[in-house]
């Protein structure tokens, strides 16, 4: 075996890392309102509906969200249920952190939302220290995505829990048709329009086409020793909700 292609695999990781670090920076500032537009506000009822999968255990939760990016999710959650007193959110991008900081201020939520710097791929957390751990329309984007599974288990406390929400694709045929064909054709152009980044959202697109979701990713969770494993297709299937527990003696 060559011994520096574990190097070279290192390098490529922080490339690609540095590379949607940059991304999200120059979106940052357009990403909720783009957001709105091509998800024709939908996004926010979903994010509620992950937000309302939560099973309350204890009156003191503390939160985990992945890849929190303008906070939304953090948000919704922290609203909905009084019985988190203390989330995080990480992100790869300050200026999408920045973004969510204002909107935890405006909602008066400082008290116990805090936003930071972080890479999924290595939490800066204690092992079986959060009793939830969320993620929305992030884990498309983490470069390693078996390591940051292996990564929110080591953090969540034996019996806490994961709420994923991610995009996926219709199973029936002909709404997959139709959606796709907005998907590759329209929503690039409208999106890279709308951002000033020449191909933000053709990588979105592509990233959304190669992402496992259904229960290709339901044994994915399976397989990182995750049990309880629910798969909840929303609006035909172009979003899913994946809710799962880490094992109670683990
Ligand atoms: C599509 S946005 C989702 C943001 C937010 N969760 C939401 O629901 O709107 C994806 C976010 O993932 C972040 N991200 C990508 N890879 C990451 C990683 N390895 N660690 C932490 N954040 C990451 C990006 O910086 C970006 O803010």
């Not at 930071?116 to 983490?142: E, Q, W, Y």
């Not at 494993?229 to 172009?238: H, N, Q, Y």
Request: proline share 4%; charged share 20%.
């Amino acid at each position: 075996m060559d011994p520096s292609s574990g190097n070279h695999h290192l390098s490529s990781r922080l490339k690609e890392t540095t590379r949607i670090e940059g991304l999200f920076n120059q979106l940052a500032k357009h990403y909720d309102l783009i957001n709105r537009v091509l998800s024709w506000g939908i996004d926010q009822r979903w994010r509620k509906k992950l937000s309302a999968q939560l099973i309350i255990t204890s009156p003191n939760m503390k939160l985990l969200d992945i890849a929190t990016g303008t906070g939304d999710q953090i948000i919704s959650l922290c609203k909905t249920h009084a019985a988190i007193n203390s989330a995080i959110g990480i992100d790869l991008s300050e200026n999408m952190l920045n973004i969510g900081r204002k909107k935890v201020k405006q909602r008066n939520l400082s008290s116990i939302i805090q936003l930071r710097k972080g890479n999924a791929t290595h939490l800066p957390f204690n092992n079986n220290t959060v009793d939830i751990v969320s993620c929305s329309f992030g884990l498309r984007n983490i470069d390693d995505l078996p390591l940051a599974l292996s990564e929110i288990r080591r953090v969540l406390k034996p019996g806490g829990q994961l709420l994923i929400l991610e995009f996926s694709l219709p199973k029936n045929k002909v709404i997959k048709g139709m959606y796709l064909g907005y998907f590759r054709y329209i929503l690039p152009v409208l999106g890279n329009l709308f951002s000033s980044h020449p191909d933000a959202y053709t990588y979105l697109n592509r990233s959304v086409e190669q992402f496992p979701y259904g229960i290709v990713f339901a044994d994915m969770l399976r397989d990182h020793q995750y049990t309880s494993v629910k798969v909840i297709p929303l609006s035909f299937g172009i979003s899913t909700i994946y809710t799962a527990q880490k094992l109670k003696r683990d």
